[in-house]
C-alpha cells in the first residue's frame, strides 16, 4: 500500500525549509515528482514583494512551480533553457532593460545563447531555491499558491504583482519582434 501524500501544512513546511544554492541542486535535489519554491533577497525585484522567509529573514519568496523530477526540472530548465521556463521568461522579461537580453524566435522566443548563460549566472548569484516531494504536485500546487502568495505567478495567483507579471512577460515576448 502506497503511503498518503504529505499534507498541505507539511509541503508549506518543506518549501519553507533551507533554500539553497543553485549550484547544489544536482548534487541534492531529487528526482522525484515534487513542488519547488524560489526566493531572493529583497533588493532583488523590489517593486515585487513576496513573503519573507521565516528562518531567513533576507530572502522572501518570488515563484513557486512543479514538477515531475525534480532535478531535472530545476537543473536543465530553469537554469539552462528559457524555452522550457515560465521562470526564465518572467526574469528576462522583468529583466530585460536592466540586464540588455535579446530573444530570438525558434519554435518560440528564447534568449540568445550568450544571454542564458547571463541570466543563469544573475540566477546563480541572486536566487535560493527549496523543494518538496509530492506525488501529485499538480493536486495541490493551487493551494500552495494561494497559501504562500509568490509575486511570480500568474496561474492561481491575485493581488497587485499580476499586472507586473503579465506586462513582463508580454515584454518578454514582443522582444523578438514579429514571428518569422
Known sequence: MASAPPALDAVVDELLARPV???????????????YAWWAPPAILPEL?????????????????LATKLRSRLASNHLRRSGSSTLRRTLAGLLLDEQGYRT???????????DEARLTEWMNTNLRVSWCE????????????????PP????HASGPALQV??????????SAGPRP
Open 21 to 35: 544554492r543553485t549550484d547544489e541542486v544536482r548534487t541534492q535535489a531529487p528526482a522525484a515528482p515534487g513542488l
Open 49 to 65: 514583494a513576496g513573503p519573507a522567509h521565516p528562518k531567513e529573514p533576507d530572502l522572501r519568496l518570488l515563484y513557486v512551480g
Open 104 to 114: 530570438r524566435w525558434t519554435d518560440r522566443v528564447v534568449l540568445i545563447d550568450e
Open 134 to 149: 509530492h506525488p501529485t504536485p499538480r493536486e495541490v500546487e493551487r493551494d500552495i499558491i494561494r497559501a504562500l502568495h
Open 152 to 155: 511570480l505567478n500568474v496561474d
Open 165 to 174: 507579471i503579465k506586462v513582463a512577460r508580454r515584454r518578454y515576448y514582443d
